[in-house]
């Protein structure tokens, strides 16, 4: 079995699970004998609940211990295997994966950001971190919940117009632009990419028997171009780009900088 058949098993998996306890929480309800709320179980709530429990020994409202557990496993497993959460485990990353399986039945056309604009396109993850991290500190509580797009997918409760709003864009932006919000917008991918520099197990090429053929390239979600580099920190391990190769050892997996 390919690496794409367990990748799949794996996003099913956890876009199960989450889908499961939002609505169990919905059903149930909340409170001391309902179900935890979708935010437990969300790794950025680690981020956001993070400085009121250092600072106070307090957890945000809806966010616990769960959330700081979380944030730390994934933390830990970028530091050993890269952003293979991005790749293989986050739901928004296999929702947004579908939406690029609808636009190859559909109108097999993508929309690609300029190149001079890429650099600014990818820091704006940053900068949305950075105001989350502000704004979440100022007002004492999870300020990004109404606008988090794993929410608007997995609450199935719209209380106001603005999640429905960003359902829609969030849909057809998914749909345009692969993994648009992986590359451009995903505060957690603004831990997670620059942390994946030290990730123990890397993608390397062989380049003496690279044909320069860049079927790579456009198998890359991430469009990072690995048949230039591979030394690339957004990297999200998906391994399409050594499926996609015609040459069978020329892209491939290490452990440290040479070992296989």
Known sequence: ??????????????????????????????????????????????????????????????????????????????????????????????????????????????????????LPFRSLKYILLILITFMTIRTGQLWFEGYDPLKVFFHFKFESLTPIIILIIFSILGVLIERFWCKYLCPLGAIIFPLSYLSIINLNKNHDQCNDCNICDSSCSMDLQPSRSTSKTECIKCLDCMKSCNQSDVLYLTLGKKGR
């Not at 700081?68 to 293979?84: C, D, S």
């Open 1 to 118: 079995m390919t690496s794409t058949f367990w990748r799949r098993l794996s996003q099913i998996f956890f876009v199960s699970f989450l889908a499961v306890f939002g609505i169990k929480h919905q059903v149930i309800g909340g409170g001391p004998k309902g179900a935890p709320p979708l935010d437990s179980y969300c790794v950025f709530g680690g981020v956001e609940t993070l400085y009121s429990w250092i600072h106070n020994g307090e957890f945000l409202l809806k966010t616990n211990m769960s959330n700081i557990i979380l944030l730390f496993t994934v933390l830990v497993i970028t530091i050993f295997m890269g952003a293979v959460f991005c790749g293989w485990i986050c739901p928004l990353g296999a929702i947004q994966d579908f939406f690029n399986f609808i636009n190859r039945k559909t109108i097999n056309k993508k929309i690609y950001i300029p190149h001079k604009l890429e």
